[in-house]
């Protein structure tokens, strides 16, 4: 259960509540930021963040490098299956 | 779309494909005994028909559908409830588009607004706070369902709420846990899983620790999935490698957006605000203990089954209704009795068949495709 | 040609009070002054003039143009009234000259019957009759006939159009929904989903912000190329509510055969698909107001298609799937991964969901 999306955060809307704008394509929609928000990251640094949004809430920053880390483990895949594939072929000749 | 158009790439898929097919080869499964893994969460459910992910799987492995629809999971006597605060006079039912169809044993919410009653749908508990802002004449109710991934957005509305003093707005509270419905499953004498997909979104804000239970002593392996169709075959992938290898592990495929720790404020917010039910009704599934929960009474002013008289009655499901056996993963959709004759989609029997996540439902629109006419 | 008995030319009445009150559908001088007012001014036509109980046509004329006449009617009740792209005046001319415009008919003729809610500006029934006045001159169709009647606060919500319209089929034109044979090529002239999408934003239910218009369009002239360029054509329909999902599944029941589509062949606008991920709704099911489905023979599909993105609007035309002579009746989809999924007929409404 679990309908979320990824959207950019694109500005601050109101600070005291912890609303903000995010963009998902074009599409906009206030969303509620206060559980992306800590000591660490305060409210304006939470601008262009990429955040996972389920029913107006950005629940999570997403990580870029996790994510491209997930894509390169598949695109590694599958390069060694074509190596793999690759030397079946030579074997066989 | 970012962070969803890459991980629907159907090259990588392919790639994945191919190792799962190395993988369930390399495993010698018996044909008439596959390898079952359950995808505890209805999004994922959704996501596998929507992208037909099963039918590209090797005949060796067969994934079970699990009860993470907290639609599906919701029992009709709580559907009278939510009928009889929006039929009083003065209340506006603010309610997610999920909740509108479930049959109640009179009437669902959808047939309630036909008759009159003011329910509106919101895709946020921030808008029924809006309309409570809008309406300060009028009651307005927000029907708060789901598992934890919802808990802290509904939380954080009431405790919003608290903050402006708005005195028109409450809650109908029926937020429940999923570790009690993993336990369920898991004790459940008719399964024998041999894996999890587990729920992305849950465990971003409970985190990955809740599970260690289902490794340690269940002794099952878990796969926590992103709910792209290369997130889901990715840890199938992980799955099968973990019993290759003879490991037992909570696993997070998903990690791009779930930490180990889950998410801190989110968890505030809702210990906070609410505490753990003794008791909690599941359709099909029956009575669970420590399953749901409540608001706690600092909150009292915003919970509408202390505002509101509810009929609170227990409605047991229709004679012919499996809901409880698909739920558990225990049977099929199509092998249940109704599937398709007395329960289809115009007229259900049970939420498994009204939800758009539900086993019944996603099956009858998606997936009446057997495997090998998918596999051409 | 149809000429209408010379009128002496009059005065058209007015409306002085800002919003419409039961008085306007009395059938007295105020019903008068508003239907010269809105209507009468703004579709101003030879036929229309005369205000008699009927308009009348030379038969002989529409003989002349083909050996079939097309008649349709359709209510149109969206809420909004106005949204981005379009409004409900548009949206009655467009609708129905778009049904007959798929039976391959030439539209001629429109009538209008507005049943209105007391209490309605009457700026804004000026501004929707101006738009229907435009939309009919660019369908190069005229209004001809009408009726208004006025109701009480709440017996209707603000405004109610029926158009009906009458248009001529030439002999060579046979088109039917039972046509369509396996190899035969299922088309598209454009972007699916804009105008449900559309509908749903700017009701504001769900507070969301896009840039998505509504489609809303005469497509006479886009069928008629079509026609000429692939004289085959077995079938041509909008879809309108239910969208492409249902017109693919009514199909593929008139018919009797199977059809699959390709899900990365399908056009969808980035911001709609955006749309439908954050709603969890499924765009092929959303309602479309400028988009037809053609089902063309295999042969032909090429010359349908290069018909289809020459005209304006056609740019983003596409061949979507292929008609397959599997179970009579099923629609798939293989999707974007490369599995396969069932594309159903929509039960009920389809609602946004959180799960």
Known sequence: MCLGIPGRIIKIDDNAKKLATADVSGVRRQVNVACIVDADHPLEACVGDWVLIHVGFAMSRIDEAEAAETLRILTELGEAQQELDAMRRSAAK | MKYLDEFRDCAKAEFLLKEIEGLTASLSIPDDRPLQFMEVCGGHTHSIFRYGVEGMLPHGIELVHGPGCPVCVLPMGRVDDCVAIAEQTGVIFATFGDAMRVPGSRKSLMQAKADGADVRMVYSPMDALKLARANPGREVVFFGLGFETTMPSTALTILDAETEGIENFSVFCNHITIVPTIKAILDSPDLRLDGFIGPGHVSMVIGTAPYAFIARHYRKPMVIAGFEPLDILQSIWMLLRQIKEGRIEIENQYARVVLNAGNAPALNAVSKVYELREFFEWRGLGSIEHSGVRLREAYARFDAERKFAIPNVRIADPNACQCGEVLKGVIKPHQCKVFGSACTPETPLGALMVSSEGACAAYYQYGRIKRHEAAE | ?355
């Open chain 3, 1 to 355: 040609m149809n000429v209408a008995a010379p009128v002496r030319p009059r005065t058209l009445g007015r409306v002085h009070v800002p919003t419409v009150t039961l008085a306007h559908g009395g059938g007295g001088k105020a019903m008068k002054d508003l239907i010269d007012d809105v209507f009468v001014r703004a579709f101003d036509n030879p036929l229309l003039a005369p205000l008699d109980d009927q308009a009348r046509f030379d038969l002989a004329d529409l003989a002349r143009r083909g050996d079939r006449l097309a008649f349709t009617t359709d209510s149109f009740v969206v809420d909004p009234l106005i949204f981005p792209g379009g409004d409900i005046g548009k949206l009655a001319v467009c609708g129905t000259v778009n049904d007959l415009a798929v039976g391959g008919a030439v539209p001629l003729y429109l009538s209008c019957a507005a049943i209105v809610e007391e209490g309605v500006k009457i700026d804004l029934l000026r501004q929707i009759a101006a738009s229907m006045a435009a939309a009919a001159r660019e369908a190069g169709v005229a209004i001809v006939a009408g009726d208004t009647k006025v109701v009480a606060r709440g017996a209707c919500d603000k405004l109610f159009l029926t158009t009906t319209g009458v248009g001529v089929i030439r002999e060579s034109v046979k088109l039917g929904a039972n046509r369509a044979r396996p190899r035969d090529a299922v088309l598209v002239n454009g972007l699916l989903g804009d105008h449900g999408a559309a509908i749903l934003c700017a009701r504001g239910d769900m507070a969301l912000d896009t840039p998505i218009e509504s489609d809303c369009a005469p497509l006479h002239g886009l069928i008629a190329a079509l026609l000429a360029a692939a004289p085959g054509v077995r079938f041509v329909r909008d879809p309108t509510r239910g969208g492409l999902a249902t017109v693919l599944n009514e199909i593929a029941e008139a018919s009797g055969i199977a059809i699959e589509i390709d899900e990365r062949a399908t056009p969808i606008r980035e911001e709609v698909k955006a749309f439908c991920e954050i709603l969890g709704l499924d765009p092929l099911y959303l309602a479309n107001e400028g988009k037809i489905v053609a089902i063309a023979p295999a042969v032909e599909a090429d010359a349908a298609l290069a018909a289809l993105t020459t005209h304006p609007l056609g740019a983003r035309a596409a061949i979507i799937g292929r008609v397959q002579s599997g179970e009579p009746g099923r629609v798939t989809m293989r999707t974007a991964l490369g599995g396969r999924r069932i594309v159903d007929m929509l039960v009920g409404e389809q609602l946004p969901r959180i799960c």
